[in-house]
């Protein structure tokens, strides 16, 4: 996994004017897709089919297109599509949606309602449209639920704008060149989509602090999906003097902030950049789209790179940059340069896989002379730059134009745009940001009305709050603050309460559901299997004092292991009945009597490895407090018989 980027709060964000905004995308545990009947399941094995596709951009109800639709179309991508059986003709566009998941509409309702969002009486169905073959229609069904609303985070109430229960999308496989490689099993998955108003934001923490607040109340339903991928949050990020720019796909919470300091950083380097040149009294129409052939000036070159090139017949094209010479290098994020982010946008629009300008020629192994040469056959001042390409004639072509309009570009200051969120904080062109004309009504859907009495039956079925939980934890159980935090979005809290109910100690409760299971699937064992009539039924065992606590972990790990097995054969199994304190002296008596030799050697030191030799014999069926004590107060006794002092 690539290191992340260590930031740490470097400017003044409200000076700078710093906004946010949030989109969290949270998978919902519904049991099956929002738009037909197959299950949720991802999987594994090798597809049984695969089909090809190309996607075309569609006009507006407006008669226009949407300018991120049309950068996808120019890609001109080849989208493979992986098949299971577990997927149906809906999925590939064959087949009509069918009547949205009850369910999962009745849990999108509760979450706007937690929320404190008013809920629309009409819920229609919407067409967004995506190009990039996330989804085989090239649209994805959206329906708005709930607006406005809020909640308290980071010290402040923070206002929400609206939540959207919507399909979740195909899962990307690989993305090489002009194809890219979808898997369909993850489409159709229930999602909501829960969006902030725009917040000033004085320290990009607080963003992290928002996250949580929200994510928390999600958990606290017990019917969203948990794990890396189940949610993923979408920053939109702007200075004042900058633009608004979307970072999409951060699924790691702490990284928030991470992304906000270095989106900040990037502006604020294009904004220098702008005003670098704008000193040199140049314009966007100073940059020329005049495009030479210069494989000539590196037919004796030793550059690698450039020598593949020439072998491979490639076109080698280049094009000048007035007054860039300096600037391609300069870094605005990290230690990414702008010249990188051109390669980037040439990769996302081309397929190719760099490019090669004067400032950098030099560590690719061009010569000084070759650089000079270059320089002179483009007709350069001392201040201007020069990039090349090399691939075919069309992709060439395509990638100087990509370059030519990022260029001018920086005259607007920071052009507002889609970036991909990388794992290290920072971010990587991904397409223009889409506008209004990419939504569009579903003409196959009909709407869904929202009647009051649907509303009122939700809500009085309404979970506790989160933070309510953890106070009633706290105050009524004395349960420590960090477990009392984490057991409130459990998906076992309902477990729990009811437990407590049965006059259980809800520390070892508490210990046992939030630390001991998750300790168990840390090792690899399957917890999934654990039924919540199995942890019952251990429960009930210790309750009526056929088990020790002691028991507990060895009974979950051996149920998890072998699911089918029932809870009296797994307690004769492995010997965890519980014993008497009357046969507990008397395995203590018999370890005395074999150690004999060894307790006249070592004397009190000999305690330790005798509580060992106990322990081997009684561990889970007993008490180990009452072990313990039992077996101190018998030691001591022996030592007076032997004659021993302490």
């Not at 993305?175 to 108003?197: C, F, Q, S």
Request: hydrophobic share 40%.
């Amino acid at each position: 996994m690539t290191q992340a980027v260590k930031t740490k709060p470097q400017f003044d964000y409200s000076a700078l004017g710093l906004k946010c905004g949030l989109e969290l995308h949270q998978q919902l545990e519904t049991g099956r897709k929002l738009f037909c009947h197959c299950k949720t399941d991802l999987r594994l094995d090798e597809p049984q089919v695969t089909i090809t596709r190309h996607m075309r951009p569609t006009l507006s109800e407006l008669g226009e297109y949407d300018k991120a639709a049309l950068m996808e179309f120019k890609k001109k991508k080849e989208i493979i599509y992986q098949i299971h059986d577990s997927v149906c003709s809906y999925e590939i566009d064959e087949t009509p949606p069918f009547d949205p998941d009850p369910n999962a509409v009745d849990l999108a309702i509760t979450i706007a309602r937690l929320l404190q969002m008013d809920i629309l009486d009409e819920l229609h169905v919407n067409r967004k449209q995506y190009l990039d073959g996330s989804i085989p229609t090239g649209f994805q069904r959206t329906m708005i639920v709930g607006i406005g609303g809020k909640v308290k985070a980071a010290g402040k109430t923070i206002n929400l704008d609206m939540l959207a229960l919507e399909e979740d999308s195909c899962r990307e496989i690989s993305n090489i060149g002009r194809t890219i490689t979808w898997r369909v099993d993850r489409l159709g998955t229930p999602l909501i989509e829960i969006a902030t108003k725009t917040i000033t934001i004085s320290d990009p923490d607080e963003i992290k602090l928002i996250a949580e607040g929200i994510g928390r109340i999600l958990r606290s339903t017990g019917k969203v999906k948990r794990g890396l991928g189940t949610i993923r949050q979408d920053l939109n990020i702007s200075i004042e003097k900058g633009a608004r720019i979307e970072v999409k796909g951060v699924q790691v919470l702490d990284m928030l902030p991470v992304y906000v300091t270095l989106e900040v950083e990037r502006q604020l380097a294009l904004l220098q950049i702008k005003e670098l040149l704008e000193k040199k009294k140049l314009t966007a129409e100073n940059f020329i789209a005049e495009f030479k052939d210069c494989k000539e000036v590196f037919m004796k070159t030793s550059s690698k790179m450039l020598i593949e090139a020439i072998n491979e017949k490639k076109q080698i094209l280049g094009v000048k940059l007035p007054g860039m010479k300096g600037i391609l290098s300069k870094k605005i994020q990290a230690e990414k340069t702008f010249g990188k982010e051109l390669a980037e946008r040439v990769k996302v629009i081309t397929g190719l896989g760099g490019i090669l300008h004067t400032d950098e020629l030099i560590n690719y192994g061009v010569k000084e002379e070759e650089i000079a040469s270059l320089c002179k056959f483009f007709k350069c001042k001392s201040t201007d730059a020069v990039v090349v390409v090399s691939g075919n004639k069309e992709d060439t072509i395509s990638a100087l134009s990509e370059i030519m309009i990022r260029v001018k570009e920086i005259f607007t200051g920071v052009p507002e745009e889609t970036r991909h969120a990388n794992e290290d904080g920072t971010t990587s062109f991904r397409r223009y940001l889409g506008g209004a004309g990419r939504m569009y009504p579903d003409t196959d859907s009909y709407p869904i009305i929202v009647t009051q009495a649907r509303i009122n039956r939700i809500e009085e079925g309404l979970p506790e709050l989160p933070d309510k939980k953890e106070e009633r934890y706290i105050r009524d159980l004395n349960l420590p603050e960090e477990i009392a935090k984490e057991l409130a979005i459990s998906p076992r809290a309902d477990l729990f309460d009811e437990l407590i109910k049965a006059e259980l100690d809800p520390m070892l409760v508490a210990v046992t559901l939030e630390q001991t299971l998750k300790a168990l699937a840390r090792d690899a064992i399957p917890i999934e299997s654990i039924t919540d009539n199995k942890i019952k039924d251990i429960f009930s065992l210790l309750k009526n004092k056929r088990i020790a606590k002691e028991a507990i972990e060895p009974l979950l790990k051996h149920l998890a292991e072998n699911p089918k097995d029932k809870i009296d054969t797994t307690l004769e199994f492995l010997g965890l009945e519980l014993i008497s304190e009357e046969k507990l002296s008397q395995i203590i008596d018999e370890v005395f009597k074999i150690n004999l030799d060894f307790i006249k050697e070592n004397g009190q030191r000999a305690l330790g490895k005798l509580m060992g030799h106990v322990m081997e014999q009684v561990r889970g069926k007993i008490d180990g407090k009452i072990v313990s004590d039992t077996l101190n107060k018998k030691f001591k006794a022996k030592l007076v018989e032997l004659g021993i002092t302490t």
